[in-house]
């Protein structure tokens, strides 16, 4: 797993970093923010933080005594670039099926010539 999409994909296959991300959204937190609700040592949450970084989902800074952990949303462009190309590939699939299945129910459906329907209302 040496490409970035391949290690975003594997740090966010946890639940735990899943949240972190999800926290870091909405502001910048520290270690221990970001290990407050969870019942893990700092270290832990730390190890996890090293695997976002790998990643390059998020950052570490200084200001002065505090270390927050700033998420670098510019990684998302590259997954939904990724996901955005099979998505549409999975749409155009949809509509050739669809324009098949629509083709299979035109074929079953009785076809009446106009001389047919005007006997049948003659009577």
């Known amino acids: 797993m ?9 740090a966010l296959a946890d639940p735990t970093r899943r949240d972190i991300v999800a926290r870091l959204t909405e502001t910048d937190h520290t270690v221990n923010d970001l290990a407050a609700p969870y019942d893990v040592s700092l270290q832990a949450v730390s190890k996890h933080l090293k695997v976002l970084e790998d990643a390059g989902l ?5 200001e002065a005594q505090r270390r927050p952990v ?25 509509s050739r099926l ?5 083709r299979m129910q035109d074929d079953d459906k009785p076809h009446t010539s106009p001389t047919t329907q005007q006997e049948g209302t003659a009577s």
């Open 2 to 10: 040496t490409d970035q999409l391949s290690r975003v994909f594997a």
């Open 58 to 62: 998020v950052t570490r800074t200084r």
């Open 98 to 102: 669809d324009a098949v299945l629509a």
């Open 70 to 94: 700033h998420l670098e949303a510019e990684v998302f462009d590259l997954m939904t670039k990724w996901i955005e190309r099979y998505r549409r590939q999975a749409e155009e699939r949809f």
